[in-house]
């Protein structure tokens, strides 16, 4: 391995954190955090200072989708792959059709499919850069698709497909919540976890619900299916509208997140969030394509994610060497999805990331490929 080659730091991001999550934590946020102490840290999450906490959370996500009438916010724990068993035991009453373009899209359909208590699910494929649509089909209850898939960068709309009767439309959003804008009446059950564009840890889930999403989750409630309390949406609806989860939060998680979205609010919304993301991707998918050696991996333009932009680079130029001499300079987690193994560099611009730090990155990379390529 050669030495690693050091770049000016005048060209060096402020921030180097490029991850597709966790991502970047700002320094607003750790703020938020040391100005919580004492009160809410280490204190019960069944008393004021904290429920006021998860109120204040479900309040400012209500506001930042300016939520129609009878939709609410919904929380619990264990993260968006959590929210998949849940939604499998909770929300699919008997078959659901997905959208599996991605690790993502695929792992959802994998856990409705797998269930004992369900029909076996209709999975629409798509390879990796590509997306498929939900369609109507007769027999299906919940149409399940990713907003942004994270390990290819391939966004789609969330568009409720034509004639599919009383079935929910169920988004997964885990990394487009906060950094893309959506029409959340499209949406039944639009759900996602702190660690992507809201800038914090992992660990909860949140779930945007319509009226009818809440309708099914009691209807299936009450119909006798055996749910484990810790999977079960009614358990999780209940407790929320007490701001409170069946079990203990992780209140730091919650601090950061009401930091982030009080930034967000304060610096106009959803709008202003998805914009510094657009920025940002634009400014990656305008750099590969005036490279000779980079090019964007999602052919199709209007499939490219905003939030998460995968670049796949030309065989000359080894990504795991360039990210190598990148990391070692604190540009870090630009790399690609582990399991679509291509020559590409991935880079989450979440709301959270300077649109002026990309502009540096594509400057450094620019300045490492220069000297790599020899
Ligand atoms: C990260 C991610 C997940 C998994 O989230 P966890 O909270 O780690 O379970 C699911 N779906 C999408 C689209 C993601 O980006």
Redesign the pocket.
């Given at each position: 391995m050669t030495e690693i080659i050091t770049i000016p730091a005048a060209l060096l991001p402020r921030d180097g954190r490029f991850g597709s999550?966790p991502s970047k934590v700002s320094d607003a946020q750790l703020k938020a955090l040391v100005d919580s102490q004492p009160g809410v840290l280490g204190t019960s999450h069944r008393q004021a200072p904290v429920k006021g906490l998860v109120r204040d959370v479900r309040a400012m996500l209500a506001e930042l989708y300016a939520l129609p009438e009878g939709y609410e916010v919904i929380l619990g724990n264990g993260?968006?792959?959590?929210f998949w068993d849940a939604a499998a035991f909770s929300l699919v009453r008997e078959r659901a059709q997905h959208c599996a373009f991605g690790e993502?899209g695929s792992k959802f359909a994998k856990a409705t499919d797998l269930a004992p208590h369900l029909a076996a699910s209709s999975i629409r494929t798509a390879p990796g850069g590509e997306a498929v649509l939900p369609e109507a089909e007769d027999g299906i209850d919940v149409y399940a698709w990713?907003h942004?898939?994270?390990s290819t960068g391939v966004a789609v709309p969330v568009l409720r497909p034509a004639g599919i009767g009383d079935a929910l439309t169920v988004v997964?959003a885990?990394?487009a919540a906060g950094g893309i804008e959506v029409d959340i009446a499209q949406a039944d059950v639009y759900y996602f976890?702190p660690?992507?564009s809201f800038a914090s840890d992992?660990g909860l889930?949140f779930a945007i619900i319509s009226p009818a999403a809440i309708a099914r989750i009691e209807q299936i409630a009450a119909s006798g299916r055996w749910i484990p309390e810790s999977l079960s949406l009614k358990v999780a609806l209940d407790n929320s509208r007490a701001d409170q989860t069946l079990n203990t939060p992780a209140v730091a998680t919650l601090v950061m997140m009401r930091a982030q979205l009080a930034w967000m609010l304060a610096g106009g919304g959803l709008g202003f969030a998805a914009g510094r993301s657009a920025r940002s991707s634009g400014t990656l998918y305008d750099w590969a394509a005036g490279r000779d050696w980079a090019e964007a991996f999602v052919t199709d333009p209007g499939l490219r994610s905003p939030v998460v932009a995968t670049i796949d680079l030309h065989p000359r130029v080894d990504s795991a060497e360039l990210r190598r001499h990148l990391r070692a300079q604190g540009v870090v987690d630009i790399d690609p999805y582990r399991k679509l193994g291509r020559n590409q560099v991935r880079v989450g611009v979440y709301p959270a990331v300077d649109p002026e730090d990309v502009e540096s990155l594509v400057q450094c990379m620019d300045y490492l490929v220069e000297r790599l390529l020899t």
């Open positions: 999550g993260g968006s792959t959590m993502f990713p942004n898939e994270t997964d885990t990394s976890a660690q992507k992992g889930w």
